[in-house]
């Protein structure tokens, strides 16, 4: 990286991306294999050398100079949106499911894509993995599957709906791997969910150009090859974290990842911002931490550095024992516990992000 340092946040990549993982609403499944499980060394998958690609869907959606989405009229551009943090038990499938479902109320049509071999979106959303005749896997590795077969409703009105995954999506990098040379693995995804996405230079109308307002992708807690699918396919990343000190050093390792995509396959990538989970305000760690994540976003203002206009949202996401209640029940905060911490921090965490000009200055 050049203009694109990361000072404050040693870059340095971290034993323990898959430490600290508590994930006590849910039975833990293994770690998915990935090709690289450490989180090291993922320039060859990345392979800065492939050209942008050229697909039927026009490149990720800009934001909004001026938007304001709760009255954005219907031809508002998409954005799509990856979720990730390559440690686990940071809070990724709780903001996902949370930012849909607050997206989904104020009147926004919401996809959201299951990246996530552990399948916790799917059943955070009530979507009972076993029942799926298709989902996320064989739509990646089955080239006569369509999203069209894959994706399901979540909410009556269709307003939120989902690309479910099992288990088996672990086995997909390995079954994309011999495809890693010719880019043709990292761009699957995209690929593959352009026929959901409608086509952008068309105002929407439910028949004709039915498109979702936002794509929200949960990504696997490792920078392999999926990931590198979803920061393909998305145009903004928003980073899940806790207010610690190993996450800092994290960062410093997913942003330089994104810096790669960037130079690389997705030209226009953007870090959208960063959303403190399961805060504990009161503690001097955590004080510092967000100064030092703070700076370090201020120092990036001017420079071409993918996250020179990222925030970190306020308020941050208090921790709250209705958010890890609400997966078992299938249900989002706003069903399970509407009145609760957590539901008025995700609703405003959407307000946030639905009002915010990532591209603007
Ligand atoms: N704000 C919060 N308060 C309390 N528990 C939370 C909160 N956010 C997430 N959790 C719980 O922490 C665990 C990890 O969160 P999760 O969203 O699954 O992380 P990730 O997707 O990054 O692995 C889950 O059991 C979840 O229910
Ligand atoms: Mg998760």
């Not at 040693?10 to 039975?27: I, K």
């Not at 943090?85 to 996902?96: L, M, R």
């Not at 203002?301 to 299938?330: C, M, Q």
Request: glycine residues 6%; aromatic residues 4%.
């Amino acid at each position: 990286m050049t203009a694109t340092n990361t000072p404050h946040i040693p870059a340095t990549p971290t034993e323990d991306v898959h430490q600290d993982a508590p994930d006590t609403a849910q039975q833990p499944t293994p770690e998915p294999q990935t090709i690289d499980p450490a989180g090291q060394d993922i320039a060859p998958i990345i392979t800065p050398d492939i050209q942008p690609i050229q697909t039927p869907i026009p490149d990720p959606p800009q934001i909004k100079q001026d938007g304001q989405p709760d009255d954005a009229p219907d031809d508002a551009p998409m954005r799509i949106i990856a979720l990730m943090n390559q440690k686990g038990g940071v809070g990724k499938t709780t903001t996902c499911t949370n930012l849909g479902a607050a997206l989904a109320r104020m009147g926004k049509r919401v996809l959201m894509i299951d990246l996530d071999p552990q399948a916790h979106l799917t059943l955070s959303l009530g979507v009972d993995p076993d029942q799926l005749d298709k989902s996320m896997y064989e739509l990646l590795t089955d080239a006569g599957t369509t999203a069209d077969q894959v994706v399901k409703p979540v909410t009556e009105d269709g307003r939120l709906t989902i690309l479910p995954a099992e288990v088996n999506l672990a086995g997909v990098e390995a079954e994309l791997a011999d495809k890693v040379v010719t880019g043709m693995a990292q761009t699957v995804l995209k690929q593959k969910v352009a026929p959901l996405l409608g086509n952008p230079d068309l105002p929407r109308d439910a028949k004709t150009n039915d498109r979702p307002d936002y794509v929200l992708i949960d990504c696997p807690p490792s920078l392999g090859l999926l990931t590198v699918n979803a920061l393909t396919l998305a145009g903004e990343v928003i980073v899940p974290m806790q207010a610690h000190f190993l996450a800092l050093q994290g960062l410093g390792k997913l942003f330089e990842t994104i810096a790669m995509m960037k130079q690389g396959i997705n030209p226009t990538l953007k870090v959208a911002g960063v959303v403190l989970c399961m805060h504990e305000g009161n503690t001097i760690l955590a004080n510092e931490v967000i100064n030092d994540v703070n700076s370090f976003l201020t120092e990036a203002r001017g420079t071409d550095a993918p996250w020179s206009n990222a925030v970190v949202y306020h308020p941050p996401i208090r921790r709250n024992i209705k958010l890890a209640e609400s997966p078992s029940f299938g249900q989002s905060i706003f069903d399970y516990a509407p009145d609760c911490h957590g539901a008025k921090d995700y609703a405003k965490l959407a307000e946030s992000v639905a009002t915010q000009r990532v591209n603007a200055g």
